[in-house]
């Protein structure tokens, strides 16, 4: 009789874990235009921080194109660049 119990319960969290993750992928649909406007904004501005809080989530998100990526590559190493000319 433990052996159905334990199925059950297991088969019931698999489902639910598998609802969750479906439910985590598309509100990222949702955010990456409004982290992208932000990430963007805070690239032209400088702002180191949140340049790197937000470009984090962004690589981390299924939505993310390749040519979005490729230009948070070019901004980070933009950032980079002030910060090498800044430190000698």
């Not at 992928?25 to 949140?50: H, M, P, V, Y």
């Not at 962004?58 to 190493?77: P, R």
Request: proline residues 1%; charged residues 25%; contains cysteine.
């Amino acid at each position: 009789m433990e052996i159905p119990l334990v199925f059950i319960i297991g088969t019931a969290i698999a489902i639910l874990g598998l609802i969750w993750n479906l439910k985590g992928r598309s509100n990222q649909g949702g955010e990456l235009g409004r982290d992208w406007k932000t990430f963007k904004e805070a690239a032209e501005q400088n702002k180191i921080l949140e340049v790197i809080r937000i470009g984090e989530d962004l690589c981390y998100n299924v939505h993310l194109t390749k040519e979005q990526l490729e230009q948070i590559s070019v901004y980070t190493e933009k950032i980079f660049q002030l910060f090498l000319n800044w430190k000698s």
